[in-house]
């Protein structure tokens, strides 16, 4: 594997007053009580903005309540968290889209995890550190996208939107850069692996970057927003994933349960602000 992972520890004092946590390499998460019986571990597996923090916010102020205490395993990039959750390293994770999940699916077809709801969108946005405004984009202008299959579709999907390049009638729901069929200002289009896209902005003259990278490398304020994704009936929203066997443990259900809280809803939209968008039903 590839990239860097980082785990944040379990919420000491809760974990402490109830007893040591057994973290069992194999078994259901209701398998791995902490020895007093009242905390269940999830370990989850998340990139760090905005769903590491997210899940943070959720063991903080929600979990315990409940039953559960959250192991967090911080990934750099989008390959590992599924192959760790088929490994039986993880008990879910949270970081992907629909589409990222059955592209990566088709490629592991021994991998199988189920996508349980929806929680959060982060808007797609093309960024630029010199120019102001998609109008000002030069001719052959250099354009940074994802290169991951589902990410680089999507992102083509925006420049279409914005008339930035022309995309084959019949490219299907994920096109490639073999189904651009012009563009107006004859840019060149440039895949990237997506975390390495804030950092290539400057050799750019303008990218389309991830919403969580975009927060981390705080691109909205250094960076001057050319577009925005829609976000109104957007299948890219962000969700928790787990093994099949695993889709109707009370425990994954409960996880789920409170990432829809309103006190979640309310956390994503006070710190970021219209990047990162809540949905789904709102449990009350």
Do not use: K
């Not at 309540?65 to 989008?78: A, C, F, H, P």
């Not at 629909?98 to 592209?103: A, G, I, K, Q």
């Not at 289009?189 to 981390?216: C, F, H, K, M």
């Amino acid at each position: 594997m590839t990239g860097s992972i980082r785990s944040r520890p379990v919420r000491g004092a809760a974990v402490a007053a109830a007893g040591a946590v057994v973290l069992a390499a194999c078994g259901s998460p209701s398998e791995r009580e902490d020895e007093g019986g009242d905390l269940t571990t999830l370990r989850v597996g998340a990139t760090p903005l905005p769903h590491a923090e997210i899940l943070e916010f959720v063991d903080e102020n929600l979990a315990e309540e409940e039953g559960l205490s959250l192991d967090i395993q911080e990934y750099t990039d989008y390959n590992q968290p599924n192959a760790a959750l088929t490994e039986g390293e993880l008990d879910a994770n949270y970081y992907q889209t629909v589409p990222f999940l059955e592209t990566y699916l088709e490629g592991n077809p021994d991998a199988d995890l189920e996508y349980v709801a929806d929680v959060h969108l982060e808007a797609l946005g093309l960024y630029s550190a010199g120019e102001e405004s998609l109008d000002d984009l030069p001719q052959g202008a250099e354009v940074g996208v994802p290169n991951d299959a589902s990410n680089l579709g999507r992102a083509l999907d925006l420049l279409a939107a914005e008339g930035v390049v022309e995309l084959d009638e019949d490219a299907g729901q994920v096109p490639g850069e073999g189904d651009i069929t012009g563009s107006d200002l004859d840019v060149e289009i440039t895949p990237v692996e997506a975390a390495q896209l804030p950092r290539s902005l400057e050799d750019l003259d303008a990218a389309v970057v991830n919403g969580n990278y975009a927060l981390e490398a705080d691109l909205p304020a250094n960076a001057n927003v050319l577009a925005w994704e829609d976000s109104e009936d957007n299948e890219y929203a962000n969700g928790l994933v787990v093994r099949s066997e695993d889709l109707d443990s009370e425990d994954v259900r409960t996880l789920d349960e409170l990432l829809h809280r309103p006190e979640v809803r309310e956390y994503m939209e006070e710190t970021w602000d219209g990047v990162v968008v809540p949905v789904g039903e709102t449990a009350e």
